[in-house]
């Protein structure tokens, strides 16, 4: 029976809710599409949650859902219904959009651009050439392993990142005796350092990327402005975390070599990838300077890649749809909670605005951070950010306190610091497959480093507040 | 989680249970078959690929009477349904001929001599099925405690 239930919660619950009337919500005129979001939105989550089906799979089904009851081109009877009751219907170029956003188009110019410097090995001479300062002090080494793990997973995908350097560190760790607390050490340290690093640009892990879609308007956060923020925030992080790894389990070994083959490729095409690569990431950092926003930005290297062969049509192929997909769909549940008119009704009717604003990102922050150790980050995101989005645009008892975008940031940032556990993020999984890392070790440097992430979080939304950064 | 096959092929029964007993580690996620001969192991095929499941790797000895290994593999090797399916031969009686043509025709992943090291066939076996499941895309971490880390880091790329 447990074993069906993941597939029968995620099929009854939401049936349940469509059929229940409409004034057994408590907000008041909600309307027949309202009610279709949230089930919607509960499915969402029970799929996520539980997993029955793949998690971009249930991005998907969230679109075409949306798509089939609640847009102006869905099935028949989902418009019988008089106009009153029946709310406002969501036009179907908006939903089908959410698969072509500008989000979308950004992250896929982050995408050619990693899967370039991959392939023209560009990751690996760098992180040859920026190594050796380290020297061979393994506490050392091990500092400038994080390091470059960070820098490379704030621009290609931290599974990616963690893969490479994991088989970097393979034949070095393999030397350690047997009992040396060091491998367990250098082993957590990757994963833990391309997590972090992954909050450090808008295109370092998706969940940033789905906090773009409600930082709108008054509340824009360019490329650059999320680094100068973003940036320093993983240096202390990783500072920390060093500390903390090479305290909790020092390596007895003097002197590690990393012996990474190589030399920098100087043909045409990996001049080009080269070129290409400062030059977007130049554009990206000079903010609206020359007229471009970011989402432009992103499809230079898509074009200049594709001219020249540098992706070819296979290449094309092996692009993490999947990823963008899974994207989408949050962009989508939160168009259906904004544009239904639920959010701002159901707001209302809830006296949110009794809590305080602090409990409220304390709060927030806490349960995005739970989530995000047992599910995937995205899918936390794409989950928690429209309600809370919602939420800060209608509190105003939270404007002294930053307004929304300290809200969303804060749940945001919480989302990458779930990885407490093997199944928290693809990066721990391959890690804790190394052998050299038992869970308890993990979940010991992961709790930790949740929780004082999380409070550096709320002490540097405090400063970006106080000098008015943000809000 | 798909269904990965694992196929023993050797004429001599002592033989493939000594081999399956060695890959015992992987029974609990994949599928060990054992085949006494070629047709058996042809045969199975085309019943796995009715269902639609994988076949992760071939161990297959050579010296068998009608069909030798050889000529399995290679047979496999030039069947497009089987693409990706990893090779492997365990064989003591090879001639100098008989290995040119498994590496040339039937495209050999791996050689190995009887009497094997388990633990050799074992870590050969992980590799190999390490390599089979990200080429063919499918979800590693649903089988990644039986894989083989360092070929997983080395492969994948996104």
């Given at each position: 029976?447990?074993?069906?239930?993941?597939?029968?919660?995620?099929?009854?619950?939401?049936?349940?809710?469509?059929?229940?009337?409409?004034?057994s919500?408590?907000?008041?005129?909600?309307?027949?599409?309202?009610?279709?979001?949230?089930?919607?939105?509960?499915?969402?989550?029970?799929?996520?949650?539980?997993?029955?089906?793949?998690?971009?799979?249930?991005?998907?089904?969230?679109?075409?859902?949306?798509?089939?009851?609640?847009?102006?081109?869905?099935?028949?009877?989902?418009k019988?219904?008089?106009?009153?009751?029946?709310?406002?219907?969501?036009?179907?170029?908006?939903?089908?959009?959410?698969?072509?956003?500008?989000?979308?188009?950004?992250?896929?110019?982050?995408?050619?651009?990693?899967?370039?410097?991959?392939?023209?090995?560009?990751?690996?001479?760098?992180a040859?050439?920026?190594?050796?300062?380290?020297?061979?002090?393994?506490?050392?080494?091990?500092?400038?392993?994080?390091?470059?793990?960070?820098?490379?997973?704030?621009?290609?995908?931290?599974?990616?990142?963690?893969?490479?350097?994991?088989?970097?560190?393979?034949?070095?760790?393999?030397?350690?005796?047997?009992?040396?607390?060091?491998?367990?050490?250098?082993?957590?340290?990757?994963?833990?350092?391309?997590?972090?690093?992954?909050?450090?640009?808008?295109?370092?892990?998706?969940?940033?990327?789905?906090?773009?879609?409600?930082?709108?308007?008054?509340?824009?956060?360019?490329?650059?402005?999320?680094?100068?923020?973003?940036?320093?925030?993983?240096?202390?992080?990783?500072?920390?975390?060093?500390?903390?790894?090479?305290?909790?389990?020092?390596?007895?070994?003097?002197?590690?070599?990393?012996?990474?083959?190589?030399?920098?490729?100087?043909?045409?095409?990996?001049?080009?990838?080269?070129?290409t690569?400062?030059?977007?990431?130049?554009?990206?950092?000079?903010?609206?300077?020359?007229g471009?926003?970011?989402?432009?930005?992103?499809?230079?290297?898509?074009?200049?890649?594709?001219?020249?062969?540098?992706?070819?049509?296979?290449?094309?192929?092996?692009?993490?749809?999947?990823?963008?997909?899974?994207?989408?769909?949050?962009?989508?549940?939160?168009?259906?909670?904004?544009?239904?008119?639920?959010?701002?009704?159901?707001?209302?009717?809830?006296?949110?605005?009794?809590?305080?604003?602090?409990?409220?990102?304390?709060?927030?922050?806490?349960?995005?951070?739970?989530m995000?150790?047992?599910?995937?980050?995205?899918?936390?995101?794409?989950?928690?950010?429209?309600?809370?989005?919602?939420?800060?645009?209608?509190?105003?008892?939270?404007?002294?306190?930053?307004g929304?975008?300290?809200?969303?940031?804060?749940?945001?940032?919480a989302?990458?610091?779930?990885?407490?556990?093997p199944?928290?993020?693809?990066?721990?999984?391959?890690?804790?497959?190394?052998g050299?890392?038992?869970?308890?070790?993990?979940?010991?440097?992961?709790?930790?480093l949740?929780?004082?992430?999380?409070?550096?979080?709320?002490?540097?939304?405090?400063?970006?507040n106080q000098?008015?950064?943000?809000? | 989680m798909?269904?990965?096959?694992?196929?023993?092929?050797?004429?001599?029964?002592?033989?493939l249970?000594?081999?399956?007993?060695?890959?015992?580690?992987?029974?609990?996620?994949?599928?060990?078959?054992?085949?006494?001969?070629?047709?058996?192991c042809?045969e199975?095929?085309?019943?796995?690929?009715?269902?639609?499941?994988?076949?992760?790797?071939?161990?297959?000895?050579?010296?068998?009477?009608?069909?030798?290994?050889v000529?399995?593999?290679?047979?496999?090797?030039?069947?497009h349904?089987?693409?990706?399916?990893?090779?492997?031969?365990?064989?003591?009686?090879?001639?100098?001929?008989?290995?040119?043509?498994?590496?040339?025709?039937?495209?050999?992943?791996?050689?190995?001599?009887?009497?094997?090291?388990?633990?050799?066939?074992?870590?050969?076996?992980?590799?190999?099925?390490?390599?089979?499941?990200?080429?063919?895309?499918?979800?590693?971490?649903?089988?990644?405690?039986?894989?083989?880390?360092?070929?997983?880091?080395?492969?994948?790329?996104?």
């Amino acid at each position: 029976m447990k074993k069906y239930l993941k597939y029968l919660l995620p099929v009854l619950v939401p049936f349940i809710i469509l059929l229940l009337p409409a004034s057994s919500f408590g907000i008041d005129g909600m309307t027949l599409v309202e009610q279709r979001v949230i089930a919607i939105f509960v499915m969402a989550t029970l799929c996520w949650v539980l997993e029955p089906i793949p998690i971009y799979a249930t991005s998907v089904l969230i679109i075409v859902l949306q798509l089939l009851l609640i847009s102006d081109k869905g099935l028949w009877f989902t418009k019988s219904a008089p106009a009153e009751e029946l709310g406002h219907l969501i036009s179907h170029k908006a939903l089908m959009g959410t698969f072509a956003s500008p989000i979308i188009m950004l992250f896929l110019g982050g995408f050619f651009l990693a899967m370039a410097a991959t392939k023209y090995r560009l990751d690996v001479n760098l992180a040859r050439v920026l190594l050796k300062p380290f020297g061979q002090n393994p506490k050392f080494v091990m500092l400038g392993l994080m390091m470059i793990t960070a820098v490379f997973s704030m621009f290609m995908s931290n599974t990616a990142t963690t893969a490479m350097m994991l088989s970097i560190l393979t034949p070095v760790i393999a030397l350690f005796g047997r009992d040396d607390l060091g491998k367990v050490a250098f082993a957590l340290s990757v994963p833990v350092a391309a997590n972090i690093g992954g909050i450090g640009t808008p295109i370092g892990t998706p969940p940033n990327a789905v906090a773009l879609k409600y930082l709108v308007d008054e509340n824009n956060i360019s490329f650059g402005e999320w680094m100068v923020f973003g940036v320093p925030f993983v240096v202390v992080m990783l500072f920390i975390a060093w500390l903390l790894l090479t305290t909790l389990f020092p390596a007895s070994i003097k002197e590690i070599n990393l012996n990474i083959k190589g030399r920098f490729l100087k043909t045409p095409k990996a001049i080009t990838v080269y070129v290409t690569f400062v030059i977007t990431i130049l554009l990206w950092l000079m903010g609206g300077l020359h007229g471009m926003n970011s989402y432009v930005v992103a499809l230079i290297p898509v074009a200049v890649f594709s001219m020249f062969k540098i992706i070819t049509k296979e290449d094309l192929k092996k692009i993490s749809w999947d990823v963008l997909w899974l994207v989408s769909g949050g962009i989508a549940l939160g168009v259906g909670l904004d544009k239904s008119g639920l959010a701002a009704n159901a707001i209302e009717a809830i006296p949110f605005a009794e809590l305080h604003p602090l409990l409220l990102i304390a709060g927030a922050s806490a349960l995005c951070l739970l989530m995000a150790n047992f599910m995937s980050h995205t899918a936390t995101a794409n989950l928690l950010l429209p309600l809370v989005a919602a939420l800060g645009a209608s509190m105003h008892s939270l404007l002294p306190y930053g307004g929304e975008v300290v809200l969303i940031l804060a749940v945001t940032f919480a989302a990458s610091l779930g990885m407490s556990l093997p199944i928290s993020t693809p990066p721990n999984a391959l890690a804790y497959a190394s052998g050299h890392v038992e869970t308890r070790q993990m979940a010991k440097v992961g709790v930790v480093l949740g929780i004082i992430g999380l409070l550096i979080t709320y002490a540097m939304l405090y400063v970006l507040n106080q000098l008015s950064y943000v809000g | 989680m798909d269904k990965i096959n694992i196929i023993c092929v050797d004429d001599e029964r002592e033989v493939l249970e000594s081999v399956s007993r060695d890959l015992a580690y992987f029974a609990d996620m994949f599928n060990i078959e054992e085949c006494e001969s070629a047709f058996e192991c042809e045969e199975l095929l085309e019943e796995l690929d009715a269902q639609q499941e994988y076949v992760g790797v071939i161990i297959s000895d050579h010296v068998m009477p009608e069909k030798s290994g050889v000529e399995l593999l290679t047979e496999v090797a030039l069947d497009h349904r089987f693409l990706g399916t990893k090779k492997l031969l365990l064989t003591g009686l090879a001639t100098q001929a008989d290995t040119i043509r498994a590496i040339n025709n039937a495209k050999l992943d791996n050689f190995l001599e009887k009497v094997w090291d388990p633990q050799e066939l074992q870590q050969t076996v992980k590799e190999l099925l390490t390599e089979y499941i990200v080429e063919k895309g499918l979800e590693y971490e649903d089988y990644i405690e039986k894989l083989d880390p360092p070929t997983l880091y080395r492969l994948i790329k996104c």
